[in-house]
């Protein structure tokens, strides 16, 4: 950003003759010069900082320190299993554990690869697959399933997925993990078939070989499908924006359990994987503990289910 002072303008009309100007143009060039001088120093300040601060070495590493796991903000339920893992796991494998949610999914996995927090719990293997191709300088490796989310077929104006008529409009998530996800979940409802040999966990609305009931698809984001299910026949979602937008659980007319592709990842640092504060955090996530958590509290209850 530049910046316009009195002292760059002309002032030629206004400057007294002879000694005076001479007196006044001199003043008039000292603060350009310290202004310079001031900005070397900063800038020589800066690079200093970064080139010390590179050096610093990340929590995963330091014994004692808090391991932090993300998720993404406003997510209650993630937060809650965090927070019990924090209290009644971690002590037991040596460890202090705490919780941060940050904005979007590009900031949370930035921070995991970059060591500046221990790992997350926001995201299954294809997610995840889906961030590293985006951003091949990130660093991050699947360590441990913990848990499956709440994923179903949602409807407001059906109670079966028998009923849904032919032509019915049908949401589906608008990023392609997600997307493949819920087309995957139609077909074990037996409302589409997939061609033969596809990667299924990688399908798209190209790969449908059978459509019987000629369902048309919109994709929406995921807060907007749970806002805009009074407007479709049905929508394939995650169980916790619905609950969040107060939607009964009643509308959720097919849940089967999640295939593993799509359970929950503990994802962490690859170059912090075999320190022995990640060995313990990944350690204490596969505690039996957790599972039974999920099965039993009720901040997790049909949003995070047990493997």
Same mark, same amino acid.
């Given at each position: ?100 949610? =940050?904005? @979007?999914?590009?900031?949370?996995? *930035? +921070?995991?690869? %970059?060591?500046?927090? !221990? ?99 919109? =994709?929406? @984001?995921?807060?907007?499908?749970? *806002? +805009?299910?009074? %407007?479709?026949?049905? !929508? ?72």
């Amino acid at each position: 950003m530049s910046t316009t002072t009195a002292d760059d303008q002309d002032t030629s009309d206004s400057t007294p003759p002879g000694g005076n100007d001479i007196e006044l143009r001199t003043k008039r060039r000292w603060p350009i010069v310290a202004g310079l001088a001031v900005v070397a120093i900063l800038v020589a300040a800066l690079i200093g900082w970064r080139v010390s601060g590179s050096d610093t070495k990340s929590s995963n590493e330091i014994a004692g320190a808090t391991l932090t796991i993300v998720t993404a903000e406003g997510n209650a339920a993630e937060q809650a299993l965090v927070n019990y893992i924090a209290k009644e796991v971690a002590p037991r494998h040596g460890i202090k554990v705490a919780f941060k949610g =940050l904005a @979007d999914s590009t900031t949370l996995n *930035r +921070a995991v690869s %970059d060591g500046e927090v !221990a790992g997350t719990v926001y995201q299954h293997k294809l997610w995840l697959s889906q961030v590293l191709a985006a951003n091949p300088d990130f660093q991050e490796v699947a360590a441990t399933p913990v848990f499956r989310w709440g994923f179903g077929i949602w409807s407001e104006k059906y109670r079966d997925i028998n009923q849904l008529p032919t032509g019915a409009t049908v949401s589906l998530y608008s990023d392609p993990a997600n997307e493949a996800q819920g087309l995957s979940l139609l077909e074990r409802a037996g409302l589409i078939t997939l061609k033969p040999g596809v990667d299924k966990w990688k399908a798209t609305q190209d790969d449908i070989a059978g459509n019987p009931r000629d369902l048309k698809f919109r =994709l929406l @984001d995921f807060a907007a499908q749970s *806002r +805009a299910l009074p %407007d479709l026949d049905a !929508a394939v979602g995650y169980t916790e924006y619905y609950l969040a937008a107060n939607i009964d659980i009643a509308k959720q007319i097919f849940a089967p359990p999640a295939p593993d592709e799509f359970a929950g990842q503990l994802t962490i640092g690859t170059k912090w994987q075999n320190t022995d504060n990640i060995r313990k955090l990944v350690a204490a996530f596969k505690d039996p503990a957790v599972q039974n958590f999920l099965r039993t509290d009720p901040s997790a209850r049909n949003i995070l289910l047990p493997l």
